[in-house]
């Protein structure tokens, strides 16, 4: 199955034109040809078969077959604020992994003990496309632009999601299964490596989030982000 992300589709269009990059990849790398029959995705719960009408290298052109809209849509939404790792190719794993799982929303969260102030988004949303298309998804996650702390806790005050923060100081804190429900929205806060400060937990807390244990072990800013997602995601099975 060859598939191709086509965020500008018309949802209604009886033809669809690859991009140039898109073109030249599946005839000149993929081969494909006339005839030859392909998946589209729009990021947005639609997929698409369509077949090649016009092969050409800079233009190919499709025939719309059948869409199907919603695709594998989630009964669950789950935002996780995850503090940006010094090497950036452990966030970009837990991107490639938390999309293959099922995650809707990433916002790269600056907290007081983050080794990492700056991310490029462009770059983590190629990540994110580059894992849709391997694990067939149709809903492209949101990454926000990075935020610092304090602002993200004020972005997130009428929010109707459901709040946890997981931090390792000793508290009496619950495990994701026991502390939500499924089917509800969730909003996760993760840490930097050196934990969030005592403050930072503090004016969570205050903010309505509920402290959350992720195991026994101390893990790995990206690896606790994606224990996380994985919880939410046996949650909601």
Same mark, same amino acid.
């Given at each position: 199955?060859?598939?191709?992300? *086509?965020?500008?589709?018309?949802?209604?269009?009886?033809?669809?034109?690859?991009?140039?990059?898109?073109?030249?990849?599946?005839?000149?790398?993929?081969?494909? *040809?006339?005839?030859?029959?392909?998946?589209?995705?729009?990021?947005?719960?639609?997929?698409?078969? &369509?077949?090649?009408?016009? /092969?050409?290298?800079?233009?190919?052109?499709?025939?719309?077959?059948?869409? *199907?809209?919603?695709?594998?849509?989630?009964?669950?939404?789950?935002?996780?604020?995850?503090?940006?790792?010094?090497?950036?190719?452990?966030?970009?794993?837990?991107?490639?992994?938390?999309?293959?799982?099922?995650?809707?929303?990433?916002?790269?969260? =600056?907290?007081?003990?983050?080794?990492?102030?700056?991310?490029?988004?462009?770059?983590?949303?190629?990540?994110?496309?580059? &894992?849709?298309?391997?694990?067939?998804? /149709?809903?492209?996650?949101?990454?926000?632009?990075?935020?610092?702390?304090?602002?993200?806790?004020?972005?997130?005050?009428?929010?109707?999601?459901?709040?946890?923060? /997981?931090?390792?100081?000793?508290?009496?804190?619950?495990?994701?299964?026991?502390?939500?429900?499924?089917?509800?929205?969730?909003?996760?806060?993760?840490?930097?490596?050196?934990?969030?400060?005592?403050?930072?937990?503090?004016?969570?807390?205050?903010?309505?989030?509920?402290?959350?244990?992720?195991?026994?072990?101390?893990?790995?800013?990206?690896? &606790?982000?994606?224990?996380?997602?994985?919880? =939410?995601?046996?949650?909601?099975?």
């Amino acid at each position: 199955m060859h598939l191709f992300y *086509t965020p500008d589709i018309d949802t209604q269009a009886s033809h669809y034109q690859l991009s140039e990059e898109e073109s030249k990849h599946a005839v000149r790398v993929l081969r494909l *040809t006339v005839s030859d029959t392909v998946q589209l995705i729009d990021g947005s719960g639609g997929m698409y078969e &369509a077949e090649i009408i016009d /092969a050409h290298p800079k233009r190919c052109t499709l025939q719309i077959l059948s869409r *199907t809209f919603e695709f594998q849509k989630p009964n669950y939404h789950l935002h996780i604020a995850v503090a940006p790792t010094k090497n950036i190719d452990r966030i970009e794993w837990f991107l490639e992994k938390a999309t293959e799982i099922g995650i809707q929303e990433i916002t790269p969260l =600056i907290s007081e003990h983050s080794e990492r102030k700056e991310v490029k988004i462009d770059r983590l949303n190629k990540v994110v496309v580059s &894992a849709m298309k391997q694990s067939l998804k /149709a809903y492209m996650p949101r990454i926000n632009e990075a935020i610092s702390f304090d602002k993200f806790l004020a972005q997130q005050k009428d929010s109707e999601s459901l709040k946890a923060i /997981a931090h390792c100081v000793d508290d009496d804190k619950k495990y994701l299964n026991q502390a939500f429900p499924k089917n509800q929205s969730y909003l996760i806060l993760i840490g930097p490596e050196g934990d969030f400060s005592q403050k930072e937990i503090q004016q969570a807390l205050a903010a309505g989030f509920h402290p959350i244990s992720l195991g026994e072990a101390r893990l790995r800013t990206e690896t &606790a982000a994606l224990y996380a997602c994985l919880e =939410i995601a046996l949650l909601n099975r």
